[in-house]
């Protein structure tokens, strides 16, 4: 199946409209589905296992609830940890500080492009960049430019996506049977044909010598790609 990338709804639409709104919730219920904030606390536990200070930025944040939902299963293992939540649109949950400074997280809302916001950090800025259903959006060239970004930044580099394969593309045409809204179900079907498969991602990571890289399948629905700078 060939990746092809399309702009999605949630991208353009205001954070406060209640089409956004019910799509982000909409995202909640599928990343549980996906059990993407499982795998992604458990990568991290193995990957930062050793890091004195955690501090991790997630590209595409959105409301925040991703990220909380994998800092809830890291509870009383990171405490103290630091997350700078990326995102070009103000689109924060804002009841959702008090609940990251309650498990011991300080987190920073950066409304910016990711691009951009990349550029202007100093390099090895922070241990991880992570992002969940992200990368799709990026036609080939930009996410080159992203991926070389992210890895002077970090390192670590984790990405979870949709994976373009023909379940997760069946299934993304029925997301309204399990009471998605409008802004989901066209999201969900573009995402899956702007979604990966083989090492397409591995291919675009500027430097094979010095990092170890891991992607493949995860779950029935997902793609994941680990990049870890070498000792
Ligand atoms: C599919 S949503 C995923 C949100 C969140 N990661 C989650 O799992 O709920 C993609 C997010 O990426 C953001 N986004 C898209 N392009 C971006 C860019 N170039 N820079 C920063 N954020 C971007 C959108 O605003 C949106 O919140």
Redesign the pocket.
Known sequence: MERIVLP?L??VLP?QDQSALRS?RD??RL?AWMR?PRIMARLLQTYLADADARHIV??????G??LFSVAKRLRGQWSGAKASL????N?LDPQLAGAFKHLGWEVRAEV??????LRQTSPMATDAVI????FH??ETEALAEMLRLTARSARVVIALEPRRTWLPRICGRLLWVIGCGPVTCH?GHI?VRAGFAGRELSALWPDQQNWELVERPVGLFSHLFVARRKE
């Open positions: 999605e949630l991208d954070p982000r995202l909640r990343n993407h997630e590209l595409g944040a959105g409301d609830h991703f990326v995102d070009q649109l689109a910016a492009e990711a691009s951009a916001w992002s969940n259903l992200f959006q990026f999201d995402s």
